[in-house]
Every structure is written in C-alpha cells, then in structure tokens.
C-alpha cells in the first residue's frame, strides 16, 4: 500500500500549491484507518497475547482556532480484532476510539503542507465474544501522537495521509476475574480525501 500510494501523494505535491488553513476554517475528512497493535501485547492468564490488525472507515472533523492551528476528532466505524491468547484460546472484541487533538499545520508555502498533534483519546471496547466464557475489556484513556502531510488537489480539497500512535492499555476480566492486561499502543495509518469550509 505504500508503494502505491506515497509516489501518487508526491506526484500531486510536485504538480500543485501547499492548502493554507486560515482562523474559523472548517475541514472534513473521509478515508481509511488501519490499526496495528504493536508487537507483544502483554499476558493474560498467563500466557502471551497477541491481537490482530484491522481497516475501518474513518471520518475527521477539524476547527481552526487560529491560522494553522486548529482542534481535530477523530471518529470511525467499529474496528473488529481478534486477542489470541498462546495455548488457552481466542476472543473477539469490537472498540471505537474517538480522539480530539491539536495540531499544528505548517504552512512553508511549498508543495506539501505537513502537520503534526498531540491530545487524547478513550477507547470504548464492545461486543467481546470467546468460548472461554465471558470476556470483557476495560474502556482505555491515554494519549494519542499524530504526523502527516496533506497535499492539495484544488483549491478546497487535499489528499491527506497521516500516522498516529495511540497509548491504548486495558485490563481483561474473565468470568468477572483479572486475568492480566493487555497493551495495544497501535499504529494508525490513515489516508483520507479531506475539504475545506
């Protein structure tokens, strides 16, 4: 995917003006999100858990509170994972992760406009299912990280990717026990068609 799509991103960003963002602007944007969990996502009943990669519909909203500096959501459709625990067995889990930020655009007058954020997110976890019983992970709150650049394909509308890190840890009950943590962390890569108003 990334072949594909960083080369169409930098042949725009050669061919057309940096997007400015101006105080009391509005942007939208629709795209797709992919969430994937680091690497060695804790233990639960003692064994090693890993939990699986996923692609939902995303959807941002952004105010701009002053030039280049505006207050973003982020909202999505119900991304879907499966938590594999080693040798003891599985659970599915639904979650939405709303997250506001701040971030900061940086218009260079060039061909990109790159941005960077920080802010929170809450994790809402929902619909876990497994037949080792009944399986429930806590909601999560932590911070969320975000960088990426938006390249201008007319005078209102922008092809936007992005990567963000999301601090994502939640306890694990099993039948109503603690059976451990679990600790996502993702990486959230994002492309997204995104309009100015």
Same mark, same amino acid.
Not at 103 to 109: A, P
Not at 123 to 145: C, P, Y
């Given at each position: 995917m990334k072949t594909i799509v960083l080369p169409f991103l930098l042949a725009l960003g050669a061919a057309t003006p940096a997007l400015a963002q101006s105080a009391g602007d509005w942007t939208l944007g629709f795209g797709l999100g992919y969430v994937e969990p680091k690497d060695n996502n804790g233990l639960l009943a003692g064994a090693p858990t890993t939990i699986n990669s996923n692609t939902r519909p995303t959807i941002t909203a952004e105010y701009f509170i002053r030039d280049n500096l505006g207050v973003e959501l982020l909202a999505a459709t119900p991304f879907k994972h499966t938590v594999t625990i080693q040798g003891v067995g599985t659970a599915t889990t639904k979650h939405l992760p709303p997250t506001v930020s701040l /971030?900061?655009? #940086?218009?260079? *007058?060039g061909k990109f406009v790159p941005f960077a954020g920080a802010g929170l997110n809450y994790? /809402? #976890? #929902? =619909?876990? !299912? =497994?037949? +080792? *019983?009944? /399986? !429930?992970?806590?909601? =999560? #709150?932590? +911070?969320?990280?975000k960088a990426g650049f938006d390249v201008k394909v007319s005078a209102n509308d922008a092809i936007r990717t992005e990567v963000r890190w999301i601090d994502i840890s939640s306890d694990v009950k099993l039948n109503g026990t603690k059976i451990g943590k679990t600790n996502i962390d993702p990486l959230v890569v994002g492309v997204s068609y995104v309009h100015k108003f």
């Open positions: /971030v900061y655009h #940086f218009d260079n *007058g994790t /809402v #976890f #929902f =619909s876990e !299912k =497994s037949a +080792l *019983g009944n /399986v !429930k992970i806590d909601d =999560s #709150f932590g +911070l969320a990280l």
